[in-house]
């Protein structure tokens, strides 16, 4: 049974600094891939942050210098460290843990970041 629940999103004023978590049961977070997805209204779901199970990181353009993905093993827990919030950065976040036979999805968590 596999599940991925994520916390921390909310409102935030431009120029602050948000906190996702994503706990992982059913499936381990730390030997697989793990990413950050997000999806503004109207917009396609675009890659935020991925940290693969070697631990290397890759980060999307838009967010390169500002987030930072990271893992607790013993937690089973992901984490995206959101500095320097922009409006632009408004959008539902998703966590999505990828292993060799299938991929899986939490339901995502809403950031909204004020002006």
């Known amino acids: 049974q596999v599940q991925l629940v994520e916390s921390g999103g909310g409102l935030v004023q431009a120029g602050g600094s948000l906190r996702l978590s994503c706990a992982a049961s059913?499936?381990?977070?730390?030997?697989?891939?793990m990413a950050w997805y997000r999806q503004a209204p109207g917009k396609q779901r675009e890659l935020a942050a991925v940290?693969?199970?070697?631990?290397?990181?890759n980060y999307g353009d838009s967010v390169k210098g500002r987030f930072t993905i990271s893992r607790d093993a013993a937690k089973n827990t992901v984490y995206l460290q959101m500095n320097n919030l922009r409006p632009e950065d408004t959008a539902v976040y998703y966590c999505?843990?990828?292993?060799?036979?299938?991929?899986?999805w939490g339901l995502g968590t809403q950031v909204t970041v004020s002006s």
């Open positions: 940290i693969f199970s070697g631990g290397s990181t």
């Open positions: 059913g499936i381990s977070s730390s030997v697989n891939n």
């Open positions: 999505k843990v990828v292993s060799q036979a299938a991929y899986y």
